[in-house]
């Protein structure tokens, strides 16, 4: 009998680990999930109007933010026109930011919008969810005179 209790407790163990690192993992957004939520986002705007969907991209508990992926959009010229997790940043022209080894990335992500119908571009940006900077991959589309883009950081 002693083992038995032994063995389901080892059994418990395992099944608990497994679960703590299942919820670990699925705490991260994908690149998959990037681009889907991306697609998404485009989809709609082109469907319900861009006034509905910014204000939705905007909402943190709206349909285009999951976990640390979230949806931007910015006008070609760098104006920042929804944010997924930093609605100060709305209404603000962002083309000169630097990320913390000073890469203009905004300014980057606009000239490969030029040339390119979709990317992904990297960068380091704060994540939302732990509250430091990380690596980050963003995918983006374009859309008329605009850039959509969703992400995935890399901790």
């Known amino acids: 009998m002693n083992s038995q209790v032994r063995r389901c407790s080892q059994v418990l163990v395992v099944v608990l680990l497994l679960a703590i690192s ?25 469907t319900e109007g861009a006034e509905k969907v910014y204000a939705e991209i905007s909402d ?32 603000t022209n962002q083309l000169h930011d630097k990320d913390v080894d000073g890469k203009e990335f905004v300014k980057e992500r606009m000239e ?14 704060m994540n939302p969810v732990t509250k430091t900077i990380e690596p980050k991959q963003m995918y983006c589309e374009r859309l008329n005179d605009t850039v959509v883009c969703g992400g995935v950081y890399q901790s």
């Open 112 to 125: 490969l919008a030029k040339s390119e119908p979709s990317f992904w571009q990297s960068y380091k940006f």
């Open 60 to 91: 943190p508990k709206g349909p285009f933010v999951d976990r640390d992926l979230y949806i931007v959009v910015l006008r070609m010229d760098g104006l920042v026109l929804a944010h997924g997790a930093d609605k100060k940043r709305i209404g």
């Open 22 to 46: 299942g919820s670990a993992l699925a705490a991260v957004a994908t690149k998959d999930e990037a681009v889907a939520m991306v697609k998404k986002a485009v989809a709609a705007i082109n």
